[in-house]
């Protein structure tokens, strides 16, 4: 079932960050993905450089502003600190979608773009999403040149020595809001991008004794994009959600899953690559035993890389989750493969997760 505002599927990510350059070799050499494009006062782009990295279906986009007089780059990182700015979605006709989506509730972003030079044209709009992210419409069909006009081959070379990481393409996108807000940035995306509630998480279904969170997923009509939305929920001590709100400053994207084929290899050589991850207790794992899964994966492996399984419908997931990339405890990945019709986040894991997070909030005297 195609969806109707034309959506093909999630596009780049883009990333403001105070050096692009260091961002772009820790994604290089961590996350395995290789800088193909850069864009800076020597294409023509004075006030801010950006690295675009890919990896199979995979595009990141690291920007860094280089004058003071970039303002929405600077405000963003004073404010914010590393994070997503952006996610974008490659669109039949960004126009079509955009209009949709503005008729529909949508607070425009700049306007449609229309960005030409002698490779052709790529088209842009993009939308408001929480407190200072947005939603960009994608379209580079009429396009030959590298990503859009302004970048250029990138201009230097790394050379660096990584582990595959098999990493495929993004599985979902997490936001984080006030108390009080998730519905209405449902409701917002629902309407503005047509999409539609399909997982509502309430009072008493996450959390610990300690904290807790509200958490609703949002998908199109196909399912092709999927993203759940959390708030903070009562409960004794300070919620995650509540946590990277005062730390973020601000309301803006969690975390970011990225799929793969083979999360045992992946896990592997990201930890090789030097990446941490969050830890689980054995008993995450005893349990398991007890728990008796039909799984294809060795249970000792699973347990060696501390990784997550949650079962539902006619297929399960495994996952695991990286401690926060940046200074600040905000944002961070997630690893995830789906084994058969699996279409859930890892309900079952996160009083594991909980546990596990509660004691970094505590190291960090946030709980
Ligand atoms: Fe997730």
């Given amino acids: 079932m195609a969806n109707k505002l034309g959506i093909r599927g999630y596009d780049y990510l883009e990333f403001y960050v105070g050096t692009a350059k260091v961002w772009a070799y820790w994604f290089q050499k961590a996350l395995n993905l290789k800088v193909v494009a850069y864009s800076g006062p020597e294409t023509g782009v004075k006030d801010k450089v950006s690295y675009l990295l890919e990896k199979n279906n995979l595009k990141i986009l690291v920007s860094s502003p280089v004058k003071p007089s970039n303002y929405e780059l600077y405000n963003f990182i004073v404010s914010h600190g590393d994070g997503v700015k952006r996610w974008s979605l490659n669109v039949n006709d960004v126009e079509q979608a955009y209009k949709h989506a503005i008729t529909h509730g949508a607070v425009p972003a700049g306007g449609i773009r229309e960005l030409k030079d002698s490779n052709g044209i790529v088209y842009e709009a993009s939308i408001k999403l929480y407190d200072d992210a947005e939603i960009t419409f994608v379209n580079r069909d009429d396009y030959k040149g590298l990503f859009r006009p302004g970048f250029d081959l990138p201009r230097l070379d790394m050379n660096i020595e990584t582990a595959d990481s098999g990493l495929q393409i993004v599985d979902h996108i997490v936001g984080n809001v006030r108390e009080n807000e998730m519905n209405f940035w449902v409701d917002y995306m629902n309407a503005a991008l047509n999409f539609e509630t399909f997982i509502d998480f309430g009072p008493g279904d996450i959390g610990t004794k300690y904290s807790a969170l509200l958490s609703k997923v949002v998908r199109s009509e196909d399912s092709i994009i999927r993203n759940p939305v959390n708030e903070p929920y009562q409960a004794e001590r300070k919620s995650q959600i509540q946590e990277y709100i005062e730390e973020f400053c601000g309301t803006g994207i969690q975390h970011v899953a990225l799929r793969t084929d083979n999360i045992i290899e992946t896990i592997a050589n990201l930890r090789r690559n030097g990446v941490e991850f ?90």
């Fill in 278 to 367: 969050l830890d689980v207790p054995d008993t995450y794992y005893d349990l398991m035993k007890e728990r008796n899964l039909q799984i294809s994966e060795d249970l000792d492996e699973l347990k060696e890389h501390r990784i997550l399984v949650d079962h539902e419908g006619d297929g399960y997931l495994l996952q695991i989750f990286t401690k926060p990339v940046g200074d600040r405890p905000t944002f961070f990945f997630e690893v995830i493969q789906r084994r058969g019709e699996s279409h859930g986040f890892g309900k079952g894991n996160f009083q594991a997760l909980f546990e596990s997070i509660e004691r970094e909030q505590a190291a960090r005297g946030n709980l």
